[in-house]
Protein backbone atom coordinates (compact mmCIF):
# COMPACT_ATOMS: atom_id res chain seq x y z
CA UNK A 1 0.00 0.00 0.00
CA UNK A 2 1.46 3.42 -1.00
CA UNK A 3 2.00 5.61 1.74
CA UNK A 4 1.95 9.83 1.07
CA UNK A 5 5.12 11.32 1.72
CA UNK A 6 5.76 13.28 5.69
CA UNK A 7 6.53 16.24 3.44
CA UNK A 8 2.99 15.82 1.45
CA UNK A 9 0.99 15.20 4.90
CA UNK A 10 2.48 18.22 6.56
CA UNK A 11 1.96 20.48 3.58
CA UNK A 12 -1.25 19.62 3.82
CA UNK A 13 -1.53 20.43 7.57
CA UNK A 14 0.19 23.73 7.31
CA UNK A 15 -2.25 24.51 4.60
CA UNK A 16 -5.08 23.72 6.96
CA UNK A 17 -4.19 25.60 9.63
CA UNK A 18 -3.08 28.58 7.40
CA UNK A 19 -6.93 28.62 6.29
CA UNK A 20 -8.50 28.53 9.48
CA UNK A 21 -7.76 30.36 12.84
CA UNK A 22 -9.54 31.12 16.40
CA UNK A 23 -11.33 34.11 15.37
CA UNK A 24 -14.47 34.13 13.03
CA UNK A 25 -13.42 37.33 11.10
CA UNK A 26 -10.54 35.25 9.49
CA UNK A 27 -10.55 35.60 5.60
CA UNK A 28 -11.93 32.98 3.20
CA UNK A 29 -9.46 30.51 1.72
CA UNK A 30 -8.34 30.82 -1.80
CA UNK A 31 -8.88 28.64 -4.14
CA UNK A 32 -5.49 27.54 -4.55
CA UNK A 33 -5.78 25.87 -0.76
CA UNK A 34 -8.81 24.13 -1.32
CA UNK A 35 -7.54 22.85 -4.54
CA UNK A 36 -4.93 21.18 -2.48
CA UNK A 37 -7.61 20.17 -0.19
CA UNK A 38 -9.28 18.11 -2.73
CA UNK A 39 -6.57 15.70 -3.32
CA UNK A 40 -8.38 12.58 -4.11
CA UNK A 41 -8.30 9.27 -1.67
CA UNK A 42 -6.52 6.37 -2.31
CA UNK A 43 -8.45 3.17 -2.53
CA UNK A 44 -7.32 0.74 0.11
CA UNK A 45 -8.06 -2.84 1.22
CA UNK A 46 -11.48 -3.35 2.01
CA UNK A 47 -12.14 -4.65 5.17
CA UNK A 48 -14.50 -5.57 8.11
CA UNK A 49 -15.10 -3.80 11.73
CA UNK A 50 -13.93 -6.68 14.62
CA UNK A 51 -17.46 -6.71 16.41
CA UNK A 52 -15.60 -7.41 19.66
CA UNK A 53 -14.23 -4.36 20.37
CA UNK A 54 -15.07 -2.33 23.36
CA UNK A 55 -18.31 -0.19 22.79
CA UNK A 56 -18.77 3.33 23.61
CA UNK A 57 -22.71 3.85 23.91
CA UNK A 58 -24.20 7.30 23.75
CA UNK A 59 -27.84 6.25 24.08
CA UNK A 60 -27.59 5.92 27.46
CA UNK A 61 -25.57 8.82 28.05
CA UNK A 62 -26.17 11.90 29.47
CA UNK A 63 -24.09 15.43 30.14
CA UNK A 64 -22.55 15.95 32.95
CA UNK A 65 -20.47 19.07 32.52
CA UNK A 66 -21.04 21.33 29.22
CA UNK A 67 -17.89 24.09 29.68
CA UNK A 68 -15.66 22.94 26.39
CA UNK A 69 -12.73 25.73 26.89
CA UNK A 70 -14.03 26.88 29.50
CA UNK A 71 -16.91 29.29 27.61
CA UNK A 72 -19.35 29.01 30.18
CA UNK A 73 -17.02 29.76 33.16
CA UNK A 74 -18.86 27.52 35.60
CA UNK A 75 -16.85 24.55 36.70
CA UNK A 76 -14.24 22.18 34.86
CA UNK A 77 -13.25 23.43 31.42
CA UNK A 78 -15.03 20.23 30.08
CA UNK A 79 -17.53 18.67 28.21
CA UNK A 80 -18.10 15.56 29.95
CA UNK A 81 -20.37 12.66 28.74
CA UNK A 82 -21.49 10.30 31.52
CA UNK A 83 -21.61 6.39 31.25
CA UNK A 84 -20.53 5.84 27.84
CA UNK A 85 -19.28 2.65 28.66
CA UNK A 86 -18.11 0.03 31.29
CA UNK A 87 -14.88 -1.50 31.88
CA UNK A 88 -14.58 -4.19 34.98
CA UNK A 89 -17.89 -3.16 36.35
CA UNK A 90 -17.88 0.65 36.57
CA UNK A 91 -19.41 3.27 34.39
CA UNK A 92 -16.82 5.07 32.12
CA UNK A 93 -17.36 8.90 31.49
CA UNK A 94 -15.78 10.31 28.03
CA UNK A 95 -14.08 13.86 29.09
CA UNK A 96 -13.37 16.25 26.14
CA UNK A 97 -11.06 19.11 27.00
CA UNK A 98 -9.34 21.36 24.62
CA UNK A 99 -5.60 21.61 23.70
CA UNK A 100 -5.64 24.93 21.68
CA UNK A 101 -8.25 27.68 21.42
CA UNK A 102 -11.82 26.74 21.16
CA UNK A 103 -14.06 29.05 19.62
CA UNK A 104 -17.90 27.56 19.42
CA UNK A 105 -20.76 29.54 17.34
CA UNK A 106 -23.14 28.13 19.77
CA UNK A 107 -21.96 25.80 23.20
CA UNK A 108 -25.71 24.90 23.50
CA UNK A 109 -24.63 22.53 20.31
CA UNK A 110 -22.02 20.92 22.12
CA UNK A 111 -25.02 18.18 23.42
CA UNK A 112 -26.11 14.79 23.39
CA UNK A 113 -28.84 13.66 20.44
CA UNK A 114 -29.05 10.65 21.09
CA UNK A 115 -27.19 8.15 19.91
CA UNK A 116 -24.81 10.83 18.74
CA UNK A 117 -22.90 13.27 20.71
CA UNK A 118 -21.97 16.60 18.94
CA UNK A 119 -18.93 19.39 19.24
CA UNK A 120 -19.43 22.36 17.74
CA UNK A 121 -16.57 24.47 16.26
CA UNK A 122 -17.14 27.99 14.96
CA UNK A 123 -16.66 28.76 10.75
CA UNK A 124 -13.08 29.11 9.98
CA UNK A 125 -11.75 28.25 13.25
CA UNK A 126 -10.08 24.65 14.28
CA UNK A 127 -9.62 23.34 17.95
CA UNK A 128 -7.33 20.53 19.35
CA UNK A 129 -8.64 18.59 21.68
CA UNK A 130 -7.87 15.40 24.16
CA UNK A 131 -10.82 12.52 24.89
CA UNK A 132 -10.49 10.50 28.36
CA UNK A 133 -11.88 7.99 29.63
CA UNK A 134 -12.21 8.41 33.54
CA UNK A 135 -14.03 5.91 36.03
CA UNK A 136 -17.10 7.75 36.65
CA UNK A 137 -16.88 7.10 40.30
CA UNK A 138 -13.05 7.45 40.89
CA UNK A 139 -12.22 9.89 38.52
CA UNK A 140 -9.03 7.49 37.71
CA UNK A 141 -7.93 7.00 34.03
CA UNK A 142 -9.52 3.79 32.78
CA UNK A 143 -7.34 2.10 29.54
CA UNK A 144 -10.11 0.67 27.40
CA UNK A 145 -10.26 -2.48 25.25
CA UNK A 146 -9.96 -1.46 21.40
CA UNK A 147 -12.77 0.83 20.56
CA UNK A 148 -14.12 2.65 17.49
CA UNK A 149 -15.11 6.22 17.43
CA UNK A 150 -17.09 7.25 14.19
CA UNK A 151 -17.87 10.81 13.39
CA UNK A 152 -20.62 11.29 10.85
CA UNK A 153 -22.56 13.82 8.55
CA UNK A 154 -19.43 15.07 6.91
CA UNK A 155 -20.41 17.77 4.21
CA UNK A 156 -19.12 21.08 2.51
CA UNK A 157 -22.77 22.70 3.90
CA UNK A 158 -21.89 25.83 5.91
CA UNK A 159 -17.98 25.79 5.93
CA UNK A 160 -15.77 22.13 4.80
CA UNK A 161 -15.32 20.51 7.88
CA UNK A 162 -11.58 18.42 7.97
CA UNK A 163 -10.23 16.67 10.63
CA UNK A 164 -7.12 15.06 11.70
CA UNK A 165 -6.54 12.17 13.59
CA UNK A 166 -3.63 10.60 15.12
CA UNK A 167 -2.44 6.66 16.79
CA UNK A 168 -5.07 5.00 15.38
CA UNK A 169 -5.16 1.67 13.77
CA UNK A 170 -7.54 1.62 10.87
CA UNK A 171 -10.55 3.13 9.78
CA UNK A 172 -13.46 2.70 7.74
CA UNK A 173 -15.18 5.67 5.58
CA UNK A 174 -18.93 5.58 4.24
CA UNK A 175 -18.59 8.34 1.15
CA UNK A 176 -15.26 7.73 0.09
CA UNK A 177 -16.28 9.79 -3.32
CA UNK A 178 -16.66 13.00 -0.73
CA UNK A 179 -13.78 12.38 1.83
CA UNK A 180 -10.52 12.75 0.70
CA UNK A 181 -7.76 11.45 3.26
CA UNK A 182 -4.05 11.95 3.34
CA UNK A 183 -1.74 9.43 5.87
CA UNK A 184 1.06 8.69 7.04
CA UNK A 185 2.17 7.15 10.41
CA UNK A 186 -0.91 7.00 12.16
CA UNK A 187 -1.52 9.94 11.53
CA UNK A 188 -4.46 10.62 8.63
CA UNK A 189 -5.89 13.97 7.28
CA UNK A 190 -9.63 13.88 6.23
CA UNK A 191 -11.50 16.63 3.89
CA UNK A 192 -14.47 17.28 2.97
CA UNK A 193 -15.05 17.85 -0.99
CA UNK A 194 -18.05 19.46 -2.77
CA UNK A 195 -20.86 18.03 -4.11
CA UNK A 196 -20.61 16.79 -7.95
CA UNK A 197 -22.48 19.16 -10.45
CA UNK A 198 -26.08 18.22 -11.29
CA UNK A 199 -25.70 15.89 -8.23
CA UNK A 200 -29.75 14.39 -7.82
CA UNK A 201 -31.52 15.82 -5.13
CA UNK A 202 -33.03 14.08 -1.87
CA UNK A 203 -36.14 12.13 -3.45
CA UNK A 204 -37.41 11.60 -0.15
CA UNK A 205 -37.90 13.81 3.47
CA UNK A 206 -35.50 12.17 5.88
CA UNK A 207 -35.44 12.91 9.39
CA UNK A 208 -32.53 14.54 11.05
CA UNK A 209 -31.10 11.92 13.04
CA UNK A 210 -31.37 9.40 9.51
CA UNK A 211 -29.35 12.23 8.12
CA UNK A 212 -26.68 12.51 10.34
CA UNK A 213 -26.09 8.77 11.18
CA UNK A 214 -26.58 7.81 6.77
CA UNK A 215 -24.10 10.85 6.11
CA UNK A 216 -20.31 10.56 5.09
CA UNK A 217 -18.94 8.69 8.00
CA UNK A 218 -15.46 8.23 9.55
CA UNK A 219 -14.86 5.53 11.55
CA UNK A 220 -11.77 4.73 13.67
CA UNK A 221 -10.19 1.61 15.96
CA UNK A 222 -8.43 2.86 18.88
CA UNK A 223 -5.83 0.38 20.54
CA UNK A 224 -5.87 0.25 24.16
CA UNK A 225 -5.55 3.36 25.82
CA UNK A 226 -7.38 5.80 28.25
CA UNK A 227 -6.92 9.05 25.81
CA UNK A 228 -6.71 10.15 21.91
CA UNK A 229 -6.66 13.54 20.32
CA UNK A 230 -8.54 15.37 17.44
CA UNK A 231 -8.57 17.97 15.21
CA UNK A 232 -11.01 19.75 14.58
CA UNK A 233 -11.80 22.54 11.73
CA UNK A 234 -14.13 24.35 9.53
CA UNK A 235 -13.00 26.40 6.41
CA UNK A 236 -15.39 28.15 5.02
CA UNK A 237 -18.87 29.45 5.86
CA UNK A 238 -20.19 32.37 8.11
CA UNK A 239 -21.56 30.40 11.24
CA UNK A 240 -20.60 26.83 12.17
CA UNK A 241 -20.34 22.95 11.76
CA UNK A 242 -21.68 20.79 14.37
CA UNK A 243 -19.07 17.44 14.89
CA UNK A 244 -21.47 14.63 15.42
CA UNK A 245 -19.75 11.25 16.68
CA UNK A 246 -20.69 7.96 18.40
CA UNK A 247 -19.29 4.56 18.98
CA UNK A 248 -19.50 1.80 16.32
CA UNK A 249 -21.36 2.81 13.29
CA UNK A 250 -22.63 1.29 10.19
CA UNK A 251 -19.71 2.38 7.81
CA UNK A 252 -18.78 -1.47 9.36
CA UNK A 253 -18.90 -3.10 5.99
CA UNK A 254 -16.96 -5.95 3.39
CA UNK A 255 -17.13 -2.07 1.08
CA UNK A 256 -15.00 -0.24 4.62
CA UNK A 257 -11.85 1.05 3.77
CA UNK A 258 -8.47 0.49 6.14
CA UNK A 259 -5.81 2.37 7.04
Not at 76 to 88: D, I, K, Q
Amino acid sequence: MAVFGGLALLSLIAVAGSCIVSSPSFRQPERGHLALLQLRTEILEAGRCNPESQRLNFSKAVVLQNNLGGFSGDGPAELRFGSVATANGSDVDMVVTSLSKYWPHNMDRNRLIKPVGAINVHANSRVTLEVSFLNATSGEAVEMDPFYFSLHDFSTTSGRQILIAENFDEYNMDGSDRITVMQEQGMAVFTTVPNKKNEPAQLAPRSHMTKILSGRSITLLYPKTSSFNLTLSVVGGIAGRNFFFSGLSNTCSPKSRIL
